[in-house]
């Protein structure tokens, strides 16, 4: 008989560890966490996602603050403004809600916020670290996926896990995270032929589903004789105006020992992971936990170079009336496109280094 992994049970746990922990670092250091939520236009999807963010911070004792900005605003004014946050020591946890307007590089701005306070974990810095097996902040959907695969109790221990979808934001974080538990992972995806889907499903133990399309599996993806558990990531708006998954319920619940409902499955966890993610960037920029936990000592006095660099720009900018690009801060000035010999002249200025040299 299958049985439902309740994520709203699972996240009230979180929440309420992460509540209890914000009450001790309060009472130790004189204010609560702080996280800042950044929105660019008025997405109606995105709006829902922040709210229901400040929502937890609010259980939690955590400070939300929401900046709203208009869809237009540019790519540099939105950095800049990062930056300004970057370094604000009252400010813990950055997070830059998705998707932005198409005229704004995802990547670019992303990569413009301090590693220590990137609690969604989509910079380069910590996707690299999650890649190489640091000390990292975990990607909240992944880690929630993990946390929800654990509520279970099953032993995974050279299990056969199948991971359909190979976004950057889930796919590929959560295969990493799956052979961490030790797991036989495979990874399918839109080239997949549906022989193979169903040659893999029909034997997996464990399926993370993450494509963002309605059925995705059908009972033919079930013929094996297993049991799998079923992690449904998928969160789709039917024709009925009804919250789907990637898979139907009632072939969950027919075919699975464990599975995700949606709505009440992932996305609650998700959520909860971002407030844990939260009271780590808390720990890493409150200067008691300094020493044992910055991964980027360095950050400072970047910022600072970076501060630089954006005041050369502006005038740049001005100037020749044309759009900047940025990344991280090792990398800022390699991102200014079209400004072949100012950009010769930033890169000897603050680097020292020619065109073709790298500065990492």
Known sequence: MSQIINGKEVAAGI???????????????????????????????????????????EECGIECEDI???????????ISKIDKINRDDTVDGILVQLPLPEHINERVVVNMIDPRKDVDGFTLANAGKLLT??????????AGVIELLRSTGVNLTSKNAVVIGRSNIVGKPVSILLQRMNMNVTMLHSKTSQSDMEFYCRRADVIVVATGH????????????????IIDVGINRGADGKLHGDLPEEVKAKYSSYYTP?????????????????????????????????????YRKQSEVAK??????????????????????????????????DLAELKKKYTGKKEDEQIY
């Open 308 to 341: 630089e660099i954006f005041d050369e720009i502006e005038k740049l900018v001005s100037t020749n009336k044309k759009t900047v690009g940025c990344a991280t801060y090792e990398e800022t000035i390699f991102y200014i496109e079209d400004f072949i010999e």
């Open 133 to 142: 097996g640091e000390d990292c902040t975990l990607p909240c959907t992944p």
């Open 68 to 78: 709203h900005l208009p869809k237009e605003i540019s790519q540099f004014e939105l």
């Open 262 to 298: 949606v709505p009440g499955g992932v996305g609650p966890t998700t959520i909860a992971m971002l407030m844990k993610n939260v009271i780590r960037a808390y720990k890493q920029n409150n200067s008691t936990y300094n020493a044992e936990l910055l991964y980027n000592a360095g």
């Open 214 to 229: 309605e059925n995705t599996l059908t009972d033919r993806h079930f013929y094996g004789g297993k049991s799998p558990i």
């Open 15 to 57: 929440r309420a560890e992460v509540a209890e922990e914000v009450s001790k670092l309060r009472a130790a250091n004189g204010r609560p966490p702080k996280l800042v939520v950044i929105q660019v236009g008025d997405n109606p999807a995105s709006s829902t996602y922040v709210r229901n963010k400040k929502k937890a911070c």
